[in-house]
């Protein structure tokens, strides 16, 4: 069992970590903000290619950080495979002692960096839960084909966007993943408590029973917010969070010092961080620190938060 | 209907090449409604043609470049005409029928872009990509295979951004439109289940469906 799926499953706070495998073959940087996280999170989610960029896969460092002692996860998303380059990668994955896996639709080629690019989508999010799920229980592949040895089984996550109009067709979404099999999952980047507290309102309401980590992206700039708000679907930065941020940066530049709004970025996420575990508004976070991964251990000691 | 575009006059007179004698084939249904192989185009590439130092040895209309029947007699008709090349004003599926008919090579003046309705004249809008295993009963009528950049069946991606799709921002994201179809209709159950996987065994292609018994 993953330390993941040990977490939750035994009540604990989960936190988890993000992180891009790189656009080349030389693993170096990722591997030293590994060895950085170990023994600080529960699992570290390995990206599938995220805005349909071209990286190296998942599943290759994924098993890079298996090999260095941490708890990979696998993103799957449904854009550049068929069911049959899916299930023959989890097969893989699972020999690799990989046994934490988040599905995902993924971002479309044509917004992505090699447009040219067939998009597959055999099988989207509920679609690869559903194939794992049956393959778990039944011990066959995707074409009903007994599995030698018998099939591996996957600590199975989704995603979920809690900023969302209409919300009933998010949260509509959200059971279908979890009754395809979702057991635990992860937001979209949250940076107001109150619409983070409204959607757990919601779930609770709709009857649905999995463990939910809020999405935390520490801000480095009032320029990074504002970018997101305008780019990236489902992402709401209150503007006083911007506001702050810039008087960071102009504090900063009055006194030449720099970093100042990564800082403030970083003790505002260790802010919402602490906030939602000392509140129990939901069962843990997974920090999407965007390329700044070294930072997240600094994040969780602000936030007084050690994992068990 | 059979969305078709004109390909760049330059894409087909490179492929008409050195042929001199030309013979004209348009299509009365589809391709007349798209303004792209009607009498009307059929008689402005002539003049084209023409004024290219070309000789356009016959033109003909099908009442369907799609039934191998019609075509068969417009292309004894053109052929007899003897042309050197024969260019179908249809769309891919009528090019193919009227190269069965022909000695000479059949070039496409055409792309076929997709299978959709002329929202009124002159706009049209992709509708059905043919998928074999209809579900429009389920989402209130508005298909999310062919109206869904990534063709979910189970529901949205999280990559709307307020209601407009991420691939093409002008285009309102399929599920928003279904839910609120759903909604209107008082059949938002039919959101809850999840939607089997239909697969794709059944558009391995080509196809062919026989409903006369015997061929």
Redo the contacts between chains.
Sequence with gaps: MGMLEKALEGGKFGVTVEMAPPKGYDFTEQMEAAELLKGKVHGVNVTDMQSACLKASSLGLCIKLKQAGLDPIIQVTGRDRSRMGILGDMLSAAAFGIDTMLALTGDHPTVGDCKQSKPVYDLDSVGILHMLTAMEATDKDCGGNPIEGGAPSFYKGAVVTPVYDPLPLQINKLRQKVEAGAQYIQTQGIFDMESLKRFMDEVDKANIHTHIMAGIIPLKAAGMAKYMNENVPGIAVPQDMIDRLAAAAAEGKAKGVKGLPTQLGIEMAAEMIAKIKDEGICDGVHIMAIGAEKNVPKILEKAGLTIE | MIITQKKPIEELMAMIGDAQKIAILGCGSCATACATGGEKEVAELKAYLESQGKTVVATGMADYCCMNMGVKTAMKKLTAAGPDAVVCMSCGDGVQVAANHSQVPVYPSNNTMFLGEAVRFGLFEEACHLCGDCMLGSTGGICPISRC?????????????N?KC???PENDCA??MI??RLEALGQ?DK??K?RA?KG?EKVAYPRTINIRGNK
């Design positions: 950049a990534k063709s979910l069946v189970n529901g949205p991606c999280g990559g709307q951004k209601g991420e691939v093409n599920w928003i839910y609120r938002l959101l809850a999840r996987d794709y």
